[in-house]
């Protein structure tokens, strides 16, 4: 079985998580009793897949690909950082699940996942449409798969 490139792990990755944000968004298309705790378990399967993703990306990928793509990975990272911040308020949401939330904290939820939603689907579309491609046509086969094991080892180190 052939080892996938770099960028072809990314996109596994990015379908992945877009499994888990469909969940989230129909979710909160429908609130009911039950929703936030459903949406605290849909949000924490999200960041269990965002993380080593995130990681692979910003310690392996961009740093590789910065010289002959600045401009555009900066663009990439202000996306990561603005992720970032949803998911810090959609924590504090999520966290305050047990206790009860009210009305007010229950709409911001709503809000928030839907935000989180398009925050990481417009990312995960830049990131395909534009530093994906050109990493498949300016990478080699040889630094695709070296990529692609620094991933994975990347991914094992934080598993141990």
Partial sequence: ???????????????????ALDRLLATVKHPCEGMVLQVRKIFAEIQRLMEPHVRKEENVFYPYLQTAFSELLAEMDK??????????GMDE???????????????????????LFDAIQHHIVDEE????????????????DCLATKMRASKSVQDR
């Avoid at 449409?129 to 695709?144: C, G, K, M, N, T």
Wanted: zero cysteines; charged letters at 25%; aromatic letters at 2%.
């Fill in 129 to 144: 449409d534009q530093l994906l491609r050109l990493a498949d046509l300016h990478l080699s086969v040889v630094e695709q």
């Fill in 93 to 115: 949401l999520t966290g305050m699940a047990g206790k009860g939330l009210t009305e007010r904290q229950f709409l911001e939820l709503i809000r928030l996942s839907m935000e």
């Fill in 1 to 19: 079985m052939a080892s996938l490139a770099a960028s072809d792990l990314l996109r596994t990755d990015h379908r992945q998580i877009e499994i």
């Fill in 79 to 88: 996306q990561h950082e603005y992720i970032a911040e949803v998911t810090a």
